[in-house]
């Protein structure tokens, strides 16, 4: 599963920027100007009026998809300041590139950064209806087969967006080789793996092989080569079994090659994709061309089941990447929220959602957080969690690790 965490998904830097406090007996006094902005990545604290206007632009955002004015945010913030004086702060939130105005006479809506603060700091986690988790736990109470995908559809379902729900295989050894000769120049390996699957492979050879090297082989790498591990066979493993059988043609190193590639291809998570027509329902993707470009992107599996599972190590973690934080080309303007689950056999699989940045991302991240926990309990026997009890959000960026390891 290693090599599942490291090329897409990986967070980049978003520096948080902000000002200093400034409190007035009745009317919200206009704060010193912070000596930081979006250009100069200097980071400092916001202001609490600041984060309560950008909690208030962001929770507006997300409901209605328009731009957010200064007179919604007076009726709705109940910050006992008048329209001229926010207005000045969404000025400075602009400024600090946590807000952006599309067009001169339109309001607000967040940027990545004032997502990123948003989830960070200001969001109130939501609690699940006692429906809603009676709908998850029903769903999730039995295992079978098509568990994950039913959990890949069920998060579908709750959170209107597209879901992917990667399962982990459990780890497979090889049983038995058997080496069936046809010809001098040609011959069939066969193996049989614990999960009780078959694998095959004809070989042409460009020189002459007898039948009592090929009988000699399939006994040394039955005797050597069974229930071992992927990492086990190494060069050395290789080079004692060419001795052992006189092999002077390279017969060995491609019978071994075979097994390394049928063990590795046992490691690979399979991904489930579901519900990616809810991505036409979100007015960010009405865009023909913008909905193709990820639905195109989303539907190539190999892009997709390479996530972060080596960063979601504990029950029910959620993380949050936000826009260009998904390396992703086709991610920029999207967010993916996923949460880690117990597999079983000391693994971990990943259910998620693909959707726009404006995403609720509280409700979202507490139902996949709650459904994650489903799985673990019928896959690794993990205990479901009660009812509104709060997910733990994995949301710091590269900028923050690196700041933790300077430190």
């Known amino acids: 599963m290693n090599n599942l965490s490291n090329r897409i998904f990986n967070p980049l830097t978003i520096a948080l920027l902000g000002g ?3 409190l007035g007996k009745k009317e919200c006094q206009h704060p010193e100007r912070a000596p930081a902005n979006a250009e100069t990545g200097e980071t400092m604290e916001l202001t609490e009026r600041k984060k309560k206007i950008l909690a208030a632009v962001v929770r507006e955002y997300i409901r209605t998809a328009e731009p957010v004015g200064s007179k919604t945010i007076a009726a709705t913030a109940k910050l006992g300041c008048s329209s001229a004086t926010i207005r000045n702060e969404l000025a400075e939130l602009v400024s600090l590139g946590f807000l952006e105005q599309p067009h001169t006479s339109a309001g607000r809506v967040p940027t990545a950064r004032g997502y990123r603060m948003y989830v960070n700091e200001l969001m109130e986690h939501e609690t699940l209806t006692p429906e809603e988790t009676e709908e998850i736990d029903r769903s999730l109470s039995v295992r079978s087969e098509a568990l994950v995908s039913d959990a890949g559809r069920l998060a579908s379902q709750l959170t209107n967006y597209p879901a992917l729900a990667l399962a ?4 497979a050894m090889i049983k038995r080789f058997d080496l069936i000769y046809l010809d001098a120049n040609s011959f069939i390996i066969v193996v049989l793996l614990s999960d009780d699957t078959v694998k095959n492979k004809l070989v042409h050879l460009p020189v002459s092989a007898d039948q ?3 009988q000699k082989l399939a006994s040394i790498f039955n005797a050597h080569f069974t229930g071992v591990s992927e990492q086990e066979i190494t060069q050395t493993m290789i080079r004692a079994a060419e001795r052992a059988a006189d092999d002077n043609i390279g ?7 075979f097994a390394i590639e049928v063990l590795t291809a046992q490691q690979e998570a399979q991904a489930v994709l579901v519900g990616e027509s809810q991505l036409l329902h979100q007015p960010e993707f009405r865009d023909p061309d913008k ?9 190539d599996g190999g892009h997709l089941t390479d996530l ?5 190590g ?5 993380r949050v990447l936000i826009g260009p934080e998904n390396v992703a080309e086709e991610l920029r303007d999207s967010s993916v929220i996923i949460a880690s689950y117990d597999a079983g056999d000391n693994m971990r699989g990943l259910i998620g959602v693909v959707g726009p940045t404006r995403m609720d991302y509280s409700k979202v991240a507490s139902k996949l957080s709650f459904i994650a926990a489903g799985l673990s309990r019928p896959l690794g026997g993990a205990a479901m969690p009660p009812p509104g009890v709060d997910n733990n959000l994995i ?10 390891k300077e430190s």
Do not use: C, F, Q, W
């Open 212 to 214: 009592a090297l090929i």
């Open 308 to 312: 972060p599972l080596s960063e979601l």
């Open 395 to 404: 949301s710091k960026g590269v900028e923050n690790e690196v700041e933790e």
């Open 291 to 299: 909905a193709h470009r990820l639905m195109t992107y989303r539907s």
């Open 168 to 171: 982990a295989k459990p780890p």
């Open 251 to 257: 017969l060995t190193a491609v019978i071994a090659a």
């Open 314 to 318: 504990g029950e029910n973690e959620v």
């Open 20 to 22: 200093t406090l400034a």
